[in-house]
Each structure stands twice: as C-alpha cells, then as structure tokens.
C-alpha cells in the first residue's frame, strides 16, 4: 500500500561509497544553508548521514554553524498506520500552509527503510503538489541500521532545515513501532491519524501511542464514511476523556478530516496554532524543548557509553554467555550484570 | 492519608550503620531460606538492602544458591493513587489466597520512602489481619536513593521470597511515578485500583499507566457507591476497548470490587487465575518471564556502565557544563555527546 514500505534498492545501493567519493566543503554548504539553497541543503544532509568518520567531524562543525539559528520552527509529529492516509493529508495540509505563507519542511523516520533510501522516489511520487514547490523540502527517511542513529540524523536534519529558513517541520513515521517514541521527543505537537470504524485497522498501532497525542484525526472523513468517521470521532473523545491530563494543560483534541478532499485542513490548523499559543503562554513549550535536548542527550550518551561497553574485548565475548543464563533463570541478571561491569572496569 | 508517606524517622535513622553491625552466615540464612524461616528470611533482606561491598559480596552468593528455587510464584502488581485503598483490598485478596492454602509475600516499591523505612510500621498497622498470620510476610520497600536500587532490591526479594516458598507475590505501589514501569517489569499481571467516579482522583495516575493494566479495577464499589462504581466500570471497559490489543491475546478485564466488605474478591481471584490460565497456555508467560530477565540485565548495565561513565573526573567536571548549553541551544546534544565520550575513551 505505502510504496515507502517497498524500497526500490536499485537506486542507491551503495550510498555510502558514494558518500565517501563527494568532496564536502564546509563554507559553501553553509553558504548556501543561510541563502535557502535546496541543493547545498540536501548536500548537508547527505554529510551528516554519512558514517565516514572525516565527515562526522565536518558535520559536527557544520552544524555548530547552524545552531545559532536553529528553534525556529514548529515541528509537527505525524503517526499513523499505513493506509491511514499519511500522505496524502501532510500534501493537504502542506499546501495550505504554503498558502499562508509557510516554508515547510517533510521528513521521514522509518528504521526499516535501512541503507537503500530507496524511498527518495515513493515518497515524492506520493506528495506531487509539494514535491514540485519551491516552497516545500521533502527528505525521506535517513539510512541507518539502528533508530538511534536514524533518529540523531533526523534531529540533525531538522536543525538544517531550521538554519534554512523552514518555518514548518513535519515529521511523518509509520505509527507501527518504537520511532513514535523517537519522533515525540523531537517535536513540539504529537498528531495521530486513524481510520473512520477502527477495528482492524487500530490493531497496527503500538500501545502507549494513544497517550502521546495531542491532536487526534479520524481522516477519510468524506463521502459515505462521515457518519462512521463521526462516531469513531465520539468514541475517541469519550475514552481520551478518561485519560490522565496532560501536564502543559492541553486537553486533547478530535477531529474529522479528509486529507483527499482538504476537509478539515482548516480547523486543523487552527487547532496547532491554538495549541502552540497555549503552551507558549505557559512556557511548557521551551520547558519541552530544553526536555528534549536534555533526552537526546542522555540517549545519545546512553548509547555511546553502552557501546564502549560491549565493544571492550571481555565483556563481549562474556556478555552472549551470561545473558543466555539470565534469560534461563540460571543466574540473576544483577549477578550477571555484576560481573560484567566488573570484568569491564578493570581494563 | 496513607501512613506510609509520612515516614517515621525515629524507627531506623541508622540502617546503614545497622547493617554493618550485623553479623550475616550464609549457610544459616540459606538453611533458614529453605525451611521458610521467617526471622532468617528478613535477615537475608536486610543482607541484599544493604550498600557495604562484603555484604553485596555475600548477597550475590545467597542468591546464586536461591536461583533454582525461584520462578514457581505468581507475581501479581498492584497499582494506584494514595487513597483508593490499595492496603484494604490487599489485605482483603491475602486473606482469601492464605484460607485457599496459597502462602504470600506483600512487597511494596516506593522509592519516595527513602533511607528512613519509616513505613514499616505504617504497612503493618494497615494489614492487621495479614500482619499476625504465619502464611503471610509482609515486608516494606526498600531503602535506595534511586528507584533503580529499590528496583532491584525488590527484585532480589522477591527471589528469596520464591525461594522460601511463597507462591503469591503482591507488589504494591504508589501510582504517582516512575516505579509503576519498574513493577510492570517484574510481574506476571498487573492491576489498576481506581475510584468510583474518577474526576480529580485519577490526576494522580501517571499518563501510561492506564496501558500496562491487565485489570482495572474499581474499588470502593459499596453501600452508596455501587452505581456510581459501575459507570465507572462501563466508562473505562468502553475506552480500553478502543485501545490496542494485548499481544499475549489478553482482553483487559474491568471489575467493580470493595475491599472493604470483601465484595468482588472471589471474582478478582477468577481473572486472576484465568489469565494466568491463559498466558501459559500460548506461552507468553515464560516469554515475558525471559523479557523482563532480559530487561533487567540491560537496565542494572545501562545504569553502572552510565554510573562508570560519570564518576570518570573529566566526563564529572565537563558534563554538568555541556548540559547546560545544551539545554539552553548553544550545542548540538550530540555534538556534547561526542565530545564527553572522546574524553571516556582517552582514560
């Protein structure tokens, strides 16, 4: 159904050869990042996706560069199962941002896309209107095989777009796995999409993501399903109700929209500027920002440190053993994790 | 309203240097262990509770020899805010278990109690009935000042528990943090206690929590509040409806019951007993048994590879700094990342 879901590994097997054969020139990408350029911009992207370490060191630079006017935005989460309809309504409600004078930047996270990129052409195919618009960048999802490291390029990406002039950046991820929680801590309004009736359909979403939005849509909203998408709206108002309320103070809100026919688009953005307003008149909205920096720090650290970890010659060929005991209930976990951190520190 | 968030400090301002005073002989704590010697059990708490290397030393060998006898108790969780009366219905659903042959151990996680466990007496005073009965171990959470020493304290206890042959392990907490996730993890069913009527009782619970429930149950559901109750029931049994299934097959129950006069008590134990009955049968009991043996290994590392991480003196001296400028957008979160870990790395 998502062409996204179907990468066409004939058109970039190789990319990081291919990484490691363009010449990056660090003044004229930022250059070109303050002046709006698509072409460089994509070009830094391409930099900081690179696993090159000579190139992790010219993205770290790059990007300090650009730190000073990255915050800008406001970054919309979009989740939602394939078939939802994702596509579609983000080509709907870009369009109309456009109108209104916004830049808008689309990206992508979706972990099983992996090395081929091979969404670069599903993607534009599926947002024609926006991928012809000057006004509109359109990034798939970042090659990577862990969602960490998706995750930190797509943070990164955001910060280029950002630095570009992007004054909207909508983050669209597959609604199926643990990206939501990826995409949730890099954006300032979390949106799930469902179908009218629920039922099947419901049954690709990851428990736990219900309670992350902050705006709920019930697209497909047209011709015979109205009535259907109206009540399932009912439903989801009523059950949200019962649910703990958020700390900013936003009450969650549902609609019905249709992405196909643009019904809705309006008062959906009505709805993101409400939001916006209100928690930036509480100041939840930088209390958030400094609270995501702060995760992805932690994460990122997380991760590196563990990996210093299971990289040390002892721990990794001691670690496969120990937990294989763990899991039989051979050994207790702490015992084993007791050990290792033992046979660890003693390097 | 509950006794065990106002500690008393005057029971055991001094546990640490208690505990060092202790004199602890394995073989005896083990032959005590084995014959479900309550006075030899408590002792060997007290052994893994406590912070002094020799002592760490002798709980690891304790538990190794434990190991074989643990896994055969069902490990139920149970969760909500301070006053919906959590200790009632556990007093309640011990004495039933107890007259239906099952011998039970009452753990809590309250990670808040701290250093003090000033709640023993409170816990005590609030189980009479469970308090005074030779079936029953009641024992309060543990000290720690962070929920992952609790957490694992906890964990352990509920070894030597299993390994003095209780087969009911209640786990109760709090319902206001972070140590609902903690409980989840190391149970086989998890239970909800809410209020007739919700309203301004349920901010307490934590955003999520609603989700990790097996069962939800309404307490309270007496004299004139059985109507009211039962809306309640129909409201969340309605809503949880609308949420993804399960994936060990399991539909979440929702319960009317009163601890107080005992009403509901026999038809929680069913659910109880059904579930159970069904998670073996497709396997996922074990599976999740295995996950959470997993989960556990992972966390204890994650945290004392973090903790070896920080106590390294550049990373201690840099970080706090780093943070800050990450938290104000001056750094790139992963840019600080890199940087603090070169730094580790160079030792």
Not at 55 to 72: A, D, V, Y
Not at 126 to 146: C, N, Q, V
Request: net charge neutral.
């Amino acid at each position: 159904m998502d062409q996204k879901n179907t990468p066409d590994r004939s058109i970039n097997p190789n990319l990081n050869k291919l990484q490691r054969k363009v010449h990056f020139d660090i003044d004229s990408l930022w250059a070109g990042i303050q002046k709006g350029d698509v072409v460089q911009l994509s070009k830094a992207i391409t930099l900081i996706e690179s696993t090159h370490a000579k190139h992790q060191e010219l993205s770290r630079q790059l990007l300090e560069r650009c730190m000073p006017l990255t915050g800008n935005s406001i970054r919309i989460g979009i989740t939602g199962t394939p078939g939802v309809g994702k596509s579609t309504f983000i080509e709907a409600y870009g369009s109309q941002l456009i109108e209104a004078g916004e830049k808008i930047a689309v990206l992508t996270i979706d972990p099983s896309s992996q090395i081929s990129k091979g969404s670069i052409l599903g993607d534009k195919t599926r947002m024609e209107k926006l991928a012809g618009h000057p006004m509109a960048f359109i990034r798939p999802s970042p090659a990577g095989d862990s969602l960490g490291g998706v995750a930190r390029k797509t943070r990164e990406t955001i910060m280029l777009c950002e630095a570009a002039g992007y004054s909207r950046i909508l983050i669209e991820t597959v609604g199926v796995g643990q990206s939501e929680i990826a995409v949730h801590s890099m954006v300032d309004v979390f949106c799930l999409l469902l179908l009218p009736g629920g039922g099947d359909e419901l049954q690709g979403i990851k428990r736990g993501i219900m309670e992350m939005a902050d705006i709920v849509l019930v697209n497909k909203a047209d011709e015979d399903r109205i009535k259907m998408a109206q009540a399932t709206k009912r439903d989801y108002a009523n059950a949200l109700h019962l649910l703990p309320p958020k700390s900013n103070g936003w009450t969650v809100q549902v609609m019905t929209v249709s992405g196909l026919q643009g019904i809705g688009i309006q008062a959906f953005e009505s709805q993101i500027q409400a939001y916006i307003e209100q928690v930036k008149g509480n100041d939840s909205f930088h209390k958030k920002r400094a609270e995501q920096a702060s995760y992805w720090l932690e994460e990122s650290l997380q991760q590196q440190v563990l990996n210093t970890f299971l990289e040390h010659p002892e721990v990794a060929s001691l670690y496969p053993k120990l937990k294989e005991q763990v899991v039989r209930n051979q050994i207790s976990p702490f015992t084993a994790s007791d050990e290792l951190i033992q046979r660890f520190k003693k390097k």
